[in-house]
């Protein structure tokens, strides 16, 4: 079983900054991807950005210049620096991994969203 777990979100006003964080847990034989997501009110889920294992790196158009997707292999987690937030950035930020465990090869894992506001 894998759990992922997200921290880090929170009230912030326009302009200012906030790094979500994210680790998965369990029977992890393998990370291919970690990823972010957001899902606004009334809207659908979208990507932010994710990582490979390799490093390579993919953002939504919109936060392109302003997010940092980041990764560490070693402690199976991933943080997303975000700069210069907009109140349209306000969402559920949700951790995804795409996992190789001992019994499934390349799933997606979902962790409960952490809420970001971003409000004057």
């Known amino acids: 079983q894998v759990e992922l777990v997200e921290s880090g979100g929170g009230l912030v006003q326009p302009g200012g900054s906030l790094r979500l964080s994210c680790t998965a847990s369990?029977?992890?034989?393998?990370?291919?991807?970690m990823g972010w997501y957001r899902q606004a009110p009334g809207q659908q889920r979208e990507l932010v950005a994710l990582?490979?294992?390799?490093?390579?790196?993919k953002y939504g158009d919109s936060v392109k210049g302003r997010f940092t997707i980041s990764r560490d292999n070693a402690k199976n987690t991933t943080s997303l620096q975000m700069n210069n937030l907009k109140p349209e950035d306000t969402a559920v930020y949700y951790c995804?991994?795409?996992?190789?465990?001992?019994?499934?090869?390349?799933?997606?894992?979902w962790g409960k969203g952490t809420l970001v506001t971003v409000s004057s």
């Open positions: 990582i490979t294992n390799g490093g390579s790196t």
């Open positions: 369990g029977s992890i034989f393998y990370i291919q991807a």
């Open positions: 995804n991994g795409l996992i190789t465990t001992m019994s499934h090869y390349g799933m997606d894992y």
